[in-house]
Nanobody, 119 residues
């Protein structure tokens, strides 16, 4: 079982930056993508960014040009660099690792890290 631990959240003023990290424990077979999602109070969890093991990235329109997802070399660690933060970026950020083994998809989630952007 894959265990994910996020870190790096906190309180930041609008216009500031934060770097989130997500570290996975153990050996991960069939890893296909690493992603970040977020959930604001009273709202559904939404997609933020993804990085496939092939190196392709995709971002939500709301964060394009401001957020960057990157893997820490060959380690099972993924970062989300967030710049020009806005109040709308406030929420709990969750890391997701997706694996595909024998055509079956497995999703693992971290416990979340809180990001609060103040005006």
């Amino acid at each position: 079982q894959v265990q994910l631990v996020e870190s790096g959240g906190g309180l930041v003023q609008a216009g500031g930056s934060l770097r989130l990290s997500c570290a996975a424990s153990g050996i991960i077979f069939g890893l296909s993508a690493m992603s970040w999602y977020r959930q604001a109070p009273g709202k559904q969890r939404e997609f933020v960014a993804t990085l496939t093991t092939g190196g392709n990235t995709n971002y939500a329109d709301s964060v394009k040009g401001r957020f960057t997802i990157a893997r820490d070399g060959t380690k099972n660690t993924v970062h989300l660099q967030m710049s020009s933060l806005q109040r709308e970026d406030t929420g709990t950020y969750y890391c997701n690792f997706r694996r595909m083994v024998s055509a079956i998809t497995y999703d693992s989630w971290g416990q979340g890290t809180q990001v609060t952007v103040s005006s």
